[in-house]
């Protein structure tokens, strides 16, 4: 999405970069910990470290919440790009 709204070869993977490092210190605090998308990638809530398992049932709420954001992402980089004369 960041590539569909600014110009320049090297703009849009700096910025991702940025707002990642930023994203990732902002959820890392135990109360925002539970929504951090980075948190539920690693999957470290849902792992058994004696057993090296997953635990637990499938975590239902945070799959749908991650792939809603994703689709709402798209669609705006979708329209962006709709509206932008090539």
């Known amino acids: 999405m960041i590539s569909s709204l600014v110009e320049g070869e090297y703009t849009a993977p700096a910025i991702t970069l940025g707002l990642f ?3 990732m210190i902002a959820l890392s605090s135990e109360p925002t910990h ?3 998308p980075w948190n539920f ?3 470290g809530d849902y792992l ?3 057993t090296q398992m997953l ?3 499938l975590p239902w709420l945070h799959l ?3 792939i ?3 689709a709402l992402l798209t669609a ?3 329209r962006v790009i709709q509206r932008t004369e090539f």
């Open 41 to 43: 990638i690693l999957g």
């Open 64 to 66: 749908a919440a991650n």
């Open 68 to 70: 809603a954001v994703a």
């Open 34 to 36: 539970a929504a951090s």
């Open 55 to 57: 635990t637990g049932p």
């Open 48 to 50: 058994s470290r004696s």
């Open 76 to 78: 705006i980089s979708v």
């Open 21 to 23: 490092f930023v994203d």
